[in-house]
């Protein structure tokens, strides 16, 4: 993958949370911790889209599909 730099400019409070992400080991450095919230936000973006699309193609779900959903998706064993 090719990779540009850029400069940004972020809030002191938000480049902190970064530096301690990174610092914390949850990123590898300030890039990768900004890559990888853009990848999540993309990914959300086209979940959002599916839900749209499936919901234009089958409605809104009703009552009984949510708690049927809801159960499906319960946490199991704890």
């Not at 002191?12 to 936000?41: C, F, K, N, P, T």
């Not at 409605?59 to 599909?65: E, I, S, V």
Request: charged share 35%; no cysteine.
């Amino acid at each position: 993958m090719t990779r540009s730099k850029i400069a940004i400019s972020l809030p002191d409070d938000q480049l902190a949370r970064v530096r301690r992400e990174v610092r914390g080991g949850r990123a590898d450095s300030v890039s990768g911790y900004i890559a990888q919230v853009l990848a999540e936000h993309e990914k959300r973006e086209s979940l959002r889209a599916l839900l749209r699309d499936l919901t234009k193609q089958h409605g809104k779900p009703t009552a009984r599909d949510l708690k049927w959903a809801d159960r499906a998706l319960a946490p199991r064993g704890a």
